[in-house]
């Protein structure tokens, strides 16, 4: 007979052998982490560096004029202005700088602090998905379809919030969960927390996070409800009071800078359009495989489906109405998720992963029409992809070319649910198990099959450039006085290495520039408002570092204001001493292509 001790053992070895499968998911998310960080890497000087996304370092200039003791401002001295929306996120950059990790390597702190957040979001979804099925199948396949969802791992590695924001839903979501197996007040107090740290990360994090709370109150016995409306609805109506409180007193203003430059003067129809378009582009694009997968099995499980299946869906659903309201990202021609819609995938993944399971588990002869006619539905708003008005997305010609290879995975994936009644169920236990993983495998190809390969091919969108930028930065802190200002556009990564006097021209620090009329016909958030008569003309900067979209019209000012032009892109104030000119040309030529943007308005 064995012994007690044994039987323990025995369990150990059984809870170690479960576990092993999202040890090694953890493992290898960690080293493509790893990997991921290092070839983002480049030297200036000989000496390695590490810079982030441009709105990440806007982020960085804003933390480190606090740690250094000026306060939240873009420029030392200045009058606030609100150029950040992630209030959370910018404190902990102001922490590493408090530490005095050198600055090249600063931003490094920056992407490991995001990796292991994307680790602890990984870790979290596992537990979700383990309160939702009792199989390890969906559990191993949402931690994989997590841990390796190219758009978050981008997002976050470059130096967003989107890691910590993708955290603190996902956490809210497992909590509710938790809350409504058993109301304790542990779990109460926590989702508190999360849910103020959410608001405090983005204040748009109100709308994801606001779905989850209402779940969990309408889900909650009569005699908590009221406490938990009181508890949860509390905090998000206190944060965001505490948060627009101290906006107003700091900055004057109730709604961060972003806000004016983005929505104002922009109709809502012309941002829902534009919002359509790239949400249009997300699910034809991206999320189309995953998408289908859950529709079939909604479907088929009918009321079946777990606790806690729709409160996922509509924390996704959420994300993408708000994506819709802003007008989406500057950056929907990635083809991928945006950094408003990112942190809520997971839990779309989620779901996506009991389908797979799903697959196994129910006679396959209710499925195959279902699937195959989804197919060809999905084909069929393909042809419709070229009619789609693209330009409003600024889509790069030609990219929706290689969406038919991302076709591939998804169309090959109804091949096994496609076989006849009687042979499915002839299919081994194994067999079955193996036919969904290699469904999983093909949709996450079909979701990050195309970005994954540019990644392979570039290092990812943007990661020369910002190295650029960083290094432009750099130079133009060698060849100009302390006391010199410049001129940019893209005002993150220049404006944090030159540690120079600032100007906005695009006014993401400017609230000016805001709150002016947009310059452009076309929306494009962020970027189509300037006013080169406020910002060179009157607040003269020492240098233009770079410009955008300069008329005729606008180089003539230039030249009336005393301003000569160096190279395109780059004018110095004729008579200035703050900027050494042969060494400001030098540079300028060096990175010309930095300089301007040319294109008729």
Known sequence: MPSPSSGSAGAGVRELGARTPLLLVGASAAAFYAVFIARSAFHIGGRLYFSLFDDAMISMRFAKNLANGHGLVWNPGEHPVEGYTNPLWTLWMAFLHVVRLPTPIISLGVMVTGALLLLANVAVVAAITRRLSSSRLPIIIAASFTAFYYPLVYWTLRGMEVGLLALLVSL??????????????????????????????????????????????????????????????????????????????????PFPNTYYLKVLGFPLPDRLYRGAVGLATL?????????????????????????????????????????LYVGGDAWEWMLYSNRYIAPTVPGLLIVAALAVDALRRFEVGRLPRML??????????????????????????????????????????????????????????RVRTAAAIFVALLCWLAVNGLPATQWVFTRGAFVDADANLARYGVALRQVTAPTASIAVVTAGAPSYFSDRRAIDLLGKSDHFVATRPPTTKLFYPGHDKWDYRYSIGRLRPDLVAQIRYPTATDLRLL?????????????????????????????????????????AR
């Open 559 to 599: 030249s009336a204001w005393g301003y000569v032009a160096l190279v395109r892109g780059v004018f110095v104030r004729r008579g200035d001493d703050s900027v050494e000119v042969p060494a400001i040309l030098r540079v300028a030529k060096r990175f010309s292509s930095l300089t301007s943007v040319q294109q």
């Open 172 to 253: 809210a979501i497992l909590l509710a969960l938790r809350l409504r197996a058993a109301a304790r007040k542990l779990d109460l107090a926590l989702l508190a927390v999360v849910l103020a740290a959410g608001v405090l990360t983005r204040t748009d994090a109100l709308v994801p996070l606001a779905v989850v709370v209402v779940w969990a109150i309408a889900r909650a016995p009569r005699g908590v409800r009221f406490a938990q409306l009181a508890v949860l609805g509390g905090t998000l109506v206190g944060t965001v009071a505490a948060n627009t409180a101290f906006r107003l007193a700091y900055y004057g203003l």
């Open 372 to 429: 195959v006619g989804a197919a060809c539905v999905a084909c069929f708003l393909l042809t419709l992809w070229s009619w789609l008005p693209l330009d409003r997305i600024q889509m790069q010609d030609g990219t929706w070319k290689s969406i038919p290879v991302q076709l591939l995975g998804p169309v090959l994936a109804t091949a096994y649910v496609a076989f006849p009644r009687n042979e499915a169920a002839r299919l081994e236990p």
């Open 283 to 323: 699910e034809l694009s991206h999320l189309w495989a995953p998408t289908i997968l859950i529709a079939a099995y909604l479907v088929v499980t009918r009321a079946r489906v777990p606790a806690g299946t729709f409160l996922l869906l509509a924390v996704f659903g959420s994300s993408c109405a708000y994506s």
